[in-house]
């Protein structure tokens, strides 16, 4: 297969990675960012390409890895090309890549690639949609080549699917950093936590099954959160969102004991 990535940012670099562990696989890699397209190119061995180029290649798949709002600019490149045009978002929809491409696809990893070669693709669920027969077989064959499990979905499914990865990657991390930042603030060291953030994330794991609240607000203790409020009193929107998210572990364990 000839295949193309474009973009040289975080899920270019796996999906460059996994793509060249494959020796049936041509790799082509375009981008703005010469600097990046030089080390991603002696990295994984591929091909360094442009757009006036882009037709003297027989593409058989091309991976659009750039930001959503250009994924509809950046596929007009391939007006006149014959490839199976794919982008990866989890919330930009199949169309977004233009109906005069008849064969388009996505393909969403649900996974955050901060460590780009850190990722496991064995582990990742990929969310796929296709425009065509021929887009779903070349995508579903390079699936196979690359070793990954894919499930079929729909933009109102992707979109609802990408808003809950917000939640468990996106916020938790925004609620590390809030702590990060309070223990500069009050001289502490942050290190004390790791233990914390380790046990943390293995419970999650492995109670996925019912996820159990704990802390003061589960438990009701309302002069603990008192004080904690005090502790806020200088800083306005912290108290507001320290509340909220009090107030909203409160109900749902209320809820909870009401039921059992
Ligand atoms: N990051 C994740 O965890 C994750 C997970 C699943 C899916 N995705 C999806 O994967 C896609 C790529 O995300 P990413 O995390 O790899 O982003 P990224 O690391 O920020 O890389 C974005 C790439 O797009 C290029 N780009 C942006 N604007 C451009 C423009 N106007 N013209 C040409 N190139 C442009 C950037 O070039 P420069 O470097 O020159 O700016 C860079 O190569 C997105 O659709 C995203 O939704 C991301």
Not at 26 to 53: A, C, D, M, W
Not at 76 to 83: I, L, N, P
Not at 130 to 142: C, T, V
């Amino acid at each position: 297969m000839n295949i193309m990535v474009m973009g040289t940012g975080k899920v270019a670099e796996s999906l460059l990675m996994r793509i060249s562990e494959s020796s049936c696989v041509n790799l082509f890699v375009s981008g703005r960012n010469e600097e990046r397209l030089t080390y991603l190119s002696k990295k994984f061995h591929t091909h360094i390409t442009y757009p006036q180029n882009f037709l003297q290649i027989p593409l058989d798949l091309v991976f659009l890895a750039v930001n959503d709002d250009v994924i509809s600019e950046k596929a007009k490149f391939f007006f006149d090309c014959s490839a199976v045009v794919c982008h990866l978002s989890g919330a930009a929809p199949l169309n977004s890549i233009p109906e005069k491409l008849k064969h388009r696809a996505v393909f969403y990893p649900l996974q955050t690639f901060a460590r780009p070669q850190g990722v496991n693709w064995d582990e990742i669920p990929v969310f796929t949609q296709f425009s065509s027969e021929r887009s779903k077989l070349i995508l579903e064959h390079f699936s196979k080549i690359i070793r990954v499990n894919t499930y079929p979905t729909s933009d109102e499914e992707r979109i609802k699917i990408h808003l809950c990865a917000v939640w468990i990657n996106n916020f938790t991390r925004l609620i590390h950093l809030k702590a990060k930042m309070l223990c500069q603030e009050w001289k502490l060291n942050f290190t004390y936590f790791l233990p914390l953030i380790l046990e943390t994330h293995t419970i999650i794991s492995e109670t996925v099954e019912d996820l159990p609240l704990t802390g003061p607000a589960a438990r009701g203790d309302f002069k603990t959160l008192q004080n904690h409020f005090e502790c806020l009193d200088s800083n306005p929107e912290d108290l507001e969102l320290y509340k909220i998210l009090s107030q909203y572990i409160y109900r749902l364990t209320k809820d909870k004991s009401v039921k059992s």
